[in-house]
């Protein structure tokens, strides 16, 4: 929306000088019921941004869902689920686009709830400014601490501390002087650039667009006179130039163009890019828009370059330039802000998605939690929803990036749970790890395939999962005892025997299971490497832990067995007699009783072992292992 009282009524010269007009990103957050919303409405209001008829239904609005008896709510202009008008709470990040005579502005309404942080860090990623609402009636709380560390750790450099509901504490500036102390002690080290304090009533106007009648001690800009004036020159001119690819153009045999948003820097015809993975390089022979060629581009601008020489570059690389590469590895550390309400656990295996590439990762190492309270370094093993951390990653392949701070296009990216589909976590890359560099592949001359051939026969894993009790380890001894007497080179890792040694220092919590699991995986697939059909019997609960086994491996390598039999069957049988202690609160985290087991959804062998044998059960499984060995 636009504030029309520059038009003169020539259209073009108008839009020419909207144009010209600077754009402010800024977001608003804060805690629970500190008054964001209705500071925006309040601001679309005042400066005569919104039409009658959102007026009147804004007056509509007020009377059935206001929460200022008679008064308008405003609020409700950016609270647009009815949900949210139901609760008086914002839910979703609502984005709102208005202009002044003096620059243009897209503002996030962001929710102040704990568990819609997440929706927070996404309207803080592209901002400039964070207006941080406070209660002055409750001042400092702990929303407001996180909610400041997120935009510090996003890249946001310029903080407006709004001091809102001033006028429930009788305009005091001792109210006001004293949450200004506050925030500014805690917020010293967070690396803002500038910290503006405005005293205000959103509900009733006051320093929003014009200067409050009752602060006659205040006199610095109202909340506009800031927005208007505070300055926000990007320096992504200056770094070093980044395009990642969102599309291959190909609409004829004739043209070839790599599209996309430069991130950072410039380029133009004749300059030199190279591709970030390959190494590859060529000369920008054209830069295509939908407007026309152009001879240059900046950061902001979305274009399609073509290139001199036919080179390979797909969608998920980045194009740099040559003298200032991004850095190109499978390890690094990250700044993580947990949003899902399971627990992050290293070693677990996740998705990982940046700007234009996505893969397998796990979270190898927490080094630490930071006390959103006190931003001090606190030793953890897990990271619970809206906690943040510094961690260790790896991922399956090497991707491209820059540190987050010198680049928040090329350097940030998202987990996504395997199974749900759901983001949990967003991550702000520091560096790559030294071992990540120093450590490469070694090629050796006697391979997979020559281990294989010399055996006769085909490398695979044959995992074994159920209940403690299932009979996991019989069938197992079984099946090997007939692959032995056939010639076949196997070998058996039962999780009870490892756990006397490899995993011996490994407990039963999520986080040790998930860790045995991966250990034993890596066993397991050096073992395929030896050319070996390696049977692994371990009650793996997780499904997670099993797909990340089954993608260490070669395709068709992995075959699942679920040994599937009730749990009154196996307490009933109970060979150890753990069953017994687990239900005396004896064992703590037992699977089946108070952990729970994941039951898998397409598992290659399903082997219900009620009134079954073991034996016809292991030569079951000796049947379809022959048919996999057969095949080409």
């Not at 003169?8 to 804060?30: M, N, P």
């Not at 200067?211 to 992504?236: F, K, R």
């Not at 190909?250 to 430069?262: D, I, M, Y």
């Not at 120093?438 to 490398?459: D, G, L, S």
């Amino acid at each position: 929306m636009s504030d029309l009282s520059d038009f003169s009524g020539d259209v073009a010269s108008y839009l020419a000088d909207q144009e010209k007009k600077s754009l402010l990103r800024f977001l608003t957050c804060g805690s629970v019921d500190d008054g964001k919303s209705t500071l925006i409405g309040r601001l679309l209001y005042d400066t005569r941004l919104i039409f009658e008829d959102q007026l009147a239904a804004l007056e509509r609005d007020s009377n059935k869902h206001g929460t200022n008896g008679k008064d308008i709510d405003f609020a409700l202009l950016v609270d647009g689920l009815e949900s949210e008008r139901e609760q008086g709470i914002t839910i979703d990040v609502a984005y709102r686009f208005f202009t002044t005579s003096r620059r243009k502005f897209i503002v996030a309404d962001t929710p102040g709830h704990e568990e819609y942080t997440r929706n927070m860090a996404t309207g803080a990623s592209t901002a400039d400014l964070a207006v941080v609402l406070v209660d002055s009636r409750q001042g400092i709380l702990r929303q407001t601490r996180r909610h400041s560390f997120i935009s510090s750790l996003l890249g946001i450099r310029h903080i407006v501390l709004a001091i809102n509901k001033i006028d429930l504490m009788d305009y005091s500036h001792d109210v006001y002087s004293r949450i200004v102390a506050d925030y500014l002690q805690f917020a010293k080290n967070l690396g803002f650039e500038s910290i503006t304090p405005i005293p205000m009533s959103a509900r009733f106007g006051d320093n929003v667009t014009t200067p409050s009648q009752h602060m006659a001690w205040y006199s610095g800009p109202t909340l506009l006179e800031h927005l208007e004036t505070v300055p926000i020159a990007s320096d992504l001119l200056q770094k070093p130039f980044r395009m990642p690819v969102q599309l291959v153009s190909r609409p004829n045999l004739n043209f070839r163009g790599f599209s996309g948003e430069v991130a950072s820097g410039t380029v133009a015809v004749g300059d030199e890019v190279v591709v970030a993975k390959s190494g590859q390089s060529s000369k920008v022979e054209q830069i295509v828009t939908m407007d026309g060629s152009l001879t240059s581009a900046e950061a902001g601008q979305a274009v399609t370059l073509v290139l001199a020489d036919e080179i390979e570059v797909s969608r998920g690389n980045i194009l740099v330039a040559p003298d200032s590469r991004p850095a190109l590895a499978d390890q690094f550390q990250a700044k993580i802000i947990w949003f899902d309400s399971t627990a992050m656990i290293p070693g677990r295996s996740y998705i990982l998605r940046t700007e234009v590439d996505s893969t397998s990762a796990t979270i190898t190492a927490l080094k630490y939690q930071v006390n959103v309270n006190s931003f001090s370094h606190e030793a953890a093993k897990t990271l619970v929803m809206n906690e943040i951390g510094i961690c260790n990653v790896s991922t399956q392949s090497s991707i491209v990036f820059d540190a987050y701070k010198d680049n928040r296009t090329t350097g940030n990216f998202i987990l996504i749970d395997r199974l749900s589909n759901a983001t949990v976590a967003a991550g702000m890359i520091d560096f790559p790890l030294r071992r990540a560099q120093n450590v490469q592949w070694q090629a050796v001359e006697v391979n997979k395939k020559a281990h294989a051939e010399i055996k006769a026969q085909k490398p695979a894993v044959l995992w074994f999962t159920g209940l403690s009790g299932a009979g996991k380890s019989t069938i197992a001894n079984e099946l090997e005892k007939i692959l032995y007497a056939k010639g076949k080179h196997t070998y058996l890792l039962d999780g009870d025997n490892i756990r006397h040694g490899l995993c011996r220092d490994l407990g039963f919590t999520a986080e040790d299971r998930v860790e045995n699991i991966r250990r034993i995986a890596e066993v397991a697939k050096l073992m395929t490497d030896a050319g070996l059909i390696v049977l692994v019997s371990l009650i793996s609960p997780f499904r997670s832990e099993r797909r990340l086994a089954r993608e260490m491996m070669d395709e068709g390598e992995f075959i699942e067995i679920f040994v599937d039999t009730p749990i009154e069957v196996c307490s009933g049988r109970d060979p150890k007699g753990l069953y017994k202690r687990a239900m005396a609160g004896q064992i703590a985290n037992f699977t089946g009783v108070t952990s729970p087991y994941e039951v898998p959804e397409n598992p290659e062998i399903h082997l219900e072992t009620n009134g079954s044998d073991p034996f016809e059960l292991a030569t079951r499984i000796d049947e379809y292992l022959l048919g996999i060995q057969n095949k080409d």
